[in-house]
């Protein structure tokens, strides 16, 4: 009988229910059960198998927003620590980052976005196309700017779960997977997280909603109101080719994002949109946003006009109103937090599960949380 199995026969109570099982959610129950708390994580699949597994694992402070820069490069240094903290590797590779510009407009925007980035500390330099040649050989010969960091990267999101779900068990961390929470009953007691009948309640005295996409309904389920917007984010591998690059590339104009494995695949994206919902997951890919995403790899990188698309998936990305993270007190719900809806959420990830694991604990956090209250009667902007 599993350690789960037996809590459920038991009637066990936890000092906290994680409901979530992506990278927050993940990071924030481990380090809870490694302060020495009961903790219960629940996923309505498999752990880091929704937005945290299928994302393009790229490890870059130069599609993160500049005032999220700080949280980036601490959760950069902890993926590639993996190994150290997690006891299970993600392959994480540090690899030279270049966002690349190609017009007038595209210079002015990568300079007035290297520029915020650097101020929040972030290594960007701007440098000539003859250097970010010699770093990546390959680009286009119309290039005219570019940025570089090294401070950047990629790891395997398709590893991530099977790290974390190691590192959790090793914690005393319990583990319900294919288990969807239908409703939350709340009172001075704690809280109860219900599912369909097949399974019996959890009981903690903290709960924390790490839904990505999903936290609006589990806030609702608090009684408590915030939109959160769903991106359909299409991706792109390629088969095997020759080596045609070494570093993590992107644009911009935010339209691109590029590497290469080890094994010669190619893995494209820059959140070109496809069609899904909430409810639906992602549905069906838009052709003419695959083939505008292809010619504009094959514009960044020429050599790439001879891969072979092997695979089409979609993600979903979760955006509050304010573009900025949701991390602390579910506001009027007692001993309920929620942590989670960051753009570049899994670069974030480990360090800002950390974070919230801190908060919980009244510990001084690292650096400073995500008021929901903020959020609270502020509508959604029109796409």
Not at 79 to 96: H, I, R
Request: net charge neutral.
């Amino acid at each position: 009988m599993t350690a789960s199995a037996k809590a459920l026969e038991s009637g066990k109570d936890y000092d906290t229910l994680v409901i979530g099982g992506g990278v927050m959610g993940c990071s924030t129950a481990l380090h809870l059960a490694r302060a020495g708390m009961q903790v219960a994580l629940v996923d309505r699949g498999a752990l880091c198998r929704e937005a945290s597994g299928v994302n393009a694992g790229t490890l870059t402070l130069h599609m993160t927003r500049a005032s999220l820069v700080p949280y980036a490069m601490r959760a950069w240094q902890m993926w590639m620590d993996a190994e150290n903290w997690l006891g299970m590797d993600v392959l994480a590779k540090q690899a030279p980052g270049l966002t690349l510009a190609f017009t007038q407009d595209e210079c002015e925007l990568l300079t007035l976005r290297a520029n915020a980035r650097r101020e929040q500390g972030a290594p960007i330099e701007i440098i000539s196309p003859e250097r970010a040649r010699q770093i990546e050989p390959g680009l286009h010969p119309g290039l005219l700017m570019a940025g570089y960091c090294e401070i950047d990267g990629y790891a395997s999101a398709y590893l991530t779960g099977r790290a974390m779900t190691h590192a959790l068990r090793n914690a005393g961390v319990d583990i319900f997977e294919n288990s969807a929470v239908e409703s939350i009953d709340s009172g001075d007691c704690g809280h109860i997280a219900n599912f369909d009948g097949k399974q019996a309640p959890l009981r903690g005295r903290r709960i924390v909603l790490a839904g990505g996409v999903w936290i609006e309904n589990m806030l609702a389920m608090l009684g408590v109101q915030i939109p959160i917007k769903v991106l359909i984010n299409q991706l792109i591998i390629t088969e095997r080719i020759r080596p045609v690059m070494r570093s993590v590339l992107s644009v911009a104009n935010g339209l691109l994002s590029l590497k290469q494995f080890a094994n010669g695949t190619v893995l494209i994206g820059g959140g070109w949109q496809g069609d899904g919902n909430r409810d639906q997951g992602g549905i069906e890919s838009r052709p003419q946003n695959l083939v505008g995403n292809m010619r504009l790899a094959a514009y960044a990188v020429p050599a790439l006009a001879e891969a072979r698309v092997a695979r089409v998936w979609l993600g979903l990305e979760a955006e509050t109103a304010d573009a900025m993270p949701i991390i602390g007190d579910v506001p009027g719900v007692a001993n309920a937090y929620v942590v989670g809806s960051a753009h570049s959420g899994y670069t974030s990830g480990p360090f800002m599960g950390r974070i919230m694991a801190q908060h919980i604990l009244c510990q001084p956090t690292d650096l400073p949380i995500f008021n929901p209250a903020r959020l609270l009667g502020m509508p959604m902007p029109v796409a």
